[in-house]
């Protein structure tokens, strides 16, 4: 296709979108929210993208909390989390990485 009719494509959709105002949480409206990553309908969930997914899954909290939060028998009785990450010894991880 061409960049022009690509363009005519994505601006008749945005305008569609507008009007059939589409709710982004409604399951039934998934595919066309997960268009390409220059479709119009994914502009607005893109602003909430503020770190990538391994920013997350490294965090030492975050992870602290996922942890906690399966039922880990070793972080199981943590009932405070410390807010700061460099509060949280590196060690914590390697009694939950033995086999």
Known sequence: MSEVKTQTHALKLKEWAEKANLDPNDPNNVALFQQSPDSPLTAESNDLNFCDDDAILNNPRLRLLRLRDQGEPEFRGYRMV???????HPDI????ARP
């Open 93 to 96: 991880f390697k009694v939950h």
């Open 82 to 88: 410390p807010i700061q990450e460099k509060l949280i």
